[in-house]
């Protein structure tokens, strides 16, 4: 089946720090990557829908010069958090998707993310 | 709010028994899927049904989908402890955006 590859999976650093959370499509080529975040027992919140060589799409509210995204090839895609402070704090989550829509969309296993 | 609704958002069963999860969205749609994500990892696609179909199933689980309703639900019948997770609709938007809009989630324990 289909795999994603999320790195790391857990990141503790302190504020100001800037973190790089990869997103990599193991065994298909993924037109459309997206990243989530989620926080505790909720729901996940589409943050950006990335294409392949253009420029993220970013949802209402989500900051693009604070979370930077790129999508250099078809298999990999990277979430950027620059400048962290503990209100970023929270799991992401990257999904990849190889067609038009209508199929599902294959997940990462997240990154824990913790600002001191 | 860009979400859905699912309720039960918490659910209690006893090992054997069968789960029903029901979700609700707003806009039309596309397809419609469930999702499941274990505590501290990413999801895992369950099963995907489309906006002309109104039930589908695969090994324990079975999709209903009314869109004069909007909603949708889940049953997982003969329930494991290890069906325990959180569980998550998700619409596709009819237009091009091809972006998942996700239900807040029905958290199931199965006692052993």
């Known amino acids: 089946g289909a795999v994603v590859s999320q790195h790391p999976s857990r990141v503790i650093c302190k504020s100001g720090t800037s973190v790089k959370i990869e997103c990599r499509s193991l065994?298909?080529?993924?037109?459309?990557m997206f990243w989530y975040r989620q926080f505790p027992k909720k729901s996940l919140m589409l943050m950006a829908t990335?294409?392949?060589?253009?420029?993220?799409?970013?949802e209402q509210g989500v900051e693009k010069d604070k979370f930077l995204i790129n999508h250099a090839s078809l298999t990999l895609s990277t979430l950027t958090v620059t400048s962290a402070h503990p209100e970023d704090s929270s799991f992401y989550i990257c999904?990849?998707?190889?067609?038009?829509?209508?199929?599902?969309?294959?997940f990462g296993d997240g990154t824990r993310l913790s600002i001191l | 709010s860009q979400q859905g609704e699912e309720d039960p958002q918490a659910l209690s069963i006893q090992e054997g028994e069968n789960a029903t999860m029901n979700c609700s969205y707003k806009?039309?749609?596309?397809?419609l899927q469930w999702y499941r994500q274990n505590s501290g990892r990413g999801l895992v696609h369950l099963i995907l049904?489309?906006?002309?179909?109104r039930e589908k199933h695969s090994g324990r689980l079975r999709v209903t989908l009314d869109t004069s309703k909007k909603s949708s639900s889940l049953l997982i019948t003969a329930s494991r402890a290890a069906d325990t997770a959180s569980y998550f609709c998700?619409?596709?938007?009819?237009?091009?955006?091809?972006?998942?809009?996700f239900g807040s989630g029905t958290r199931l324990l199965v006692r052993p």
């Open positions: 998700a619409t596709l938007r009819m237009d091009s955006s091809y972006k998942l809009i």
């Open positions: 990335s294409n392949e060589g253009s420029k993220a799409t970013y």
């Open positions: 999904s990849a998707e190889a067609g038009t829509g209508n199929q599902p969309q294959h």
């Open positions: 049904i489309r906006s002309n179909e």
């Open positions: 065994d298909f080529q993924a037109t459309t």
């Open positions: 806009t039309s749609i596309n397809n």
